[in-house]
């Protein structure tokens, strides 16, 4: 079983529609981020988490929010499904006693809106 | 601004060596990371240069020069499954990545 994973990996939805991505991780770690990948773009932050209590906003954090339910937990919702956030989305943990800070991603989400 | 420079795509063949060149300008730096993408999958840890020199793990060597906000990812003995995008992302003063676009690698036989 996959250390860092995702559900759904894949999803059609509708302009409009509220859609949440869930993020659930075994591997123990404090930190927890939630990016979306577009072809020809890097990987963009949108939200990130250092523990249960602590919520940040990333790079493009409008029209996303997050809830992190436990310190494996950490979804992400779009409340109102717009098309230009049809993209594929990581989810990713890191030890915050990691000498590096190395990220250790989820499979990915693509999630596609009409 | 922050910037990463990567080239769009290179191709090489089988058995061969390829270097990979990034380029970053970063509200101040904490390291850099290179990951492995293939097409569709998560990206994969490869390396991380907090210091200037050259970092080497098996086939795959890093380099790092801080001062030139350079580095590089060299792969030898190239093999077919290593046809992956290959990302550079630097660690900015807030120990945030930024991401690089990535380096779509074609290896042909």
């Known amino acids: 079983d996959a250390d860092v994973t995702q559900t759904p990996r894949n999803r059609i939805t509708k302009t409009g529609k509220r859609i949440m991505l869930e993020c659930s991780q075994t591997k123990g770690h404090d930190r927890m981020y939630w990016y979306r990948q577009d072809p020809g773009l890097g990987l963009r932050l949108i939200y990130y988490s250092f523990d249960v209590k602590d919520i940040n906003k990333g790079e493009i954090s409008d029209g996303y929010s997050v809830s992190r339910q436990a310190q494996a937990k950490f979804s992400l919702s779009l409340e109102s499904a717009i098309p230009n956030q049809t993209a594929l989305y990581f989810c990713?943990?890191?030890?915050?006693?990691?000498?590096?800070?190395?990220?250790?991603f989820g499979e990915g989400s693509r999630l596609t809106v009409l | 601004g922050q910037n990463i420079d990567q080239p769009t795509e290179m191709t090489a063949t089988e058995g061969a060596i390829v270097q990979i060149n990034c380029t970053y300008q970063t509200s101040g730096f904490n390291g850099l990371f290179w990951y492995q993408q293939h097409a569709g999958e998560a990206p994969t840890f490869l390396s991380y240069?907090?210091l200037d020199g050259l970092e080497e793990k098996g086939r795959f060597s890093s380099f790092l020069s801080r001062s030139k906000g350079y580095s590089y990812l060299l792969l030898k003995e190239l093999q077919m499954k290593d046809s992956a995008s290959y990302l550079c992302a630097p660690l900015d003063s807030n120990y945030q990545l930024i991401w690089g676009a990535g380096t779509k690698l074609i290896i042909k036989p």
């Open positions: 990713a943990t890191s030890a915050m006693e990691s000498d590096t800070g190395e990220l250790f």
């Open positions: 240069n907090v």
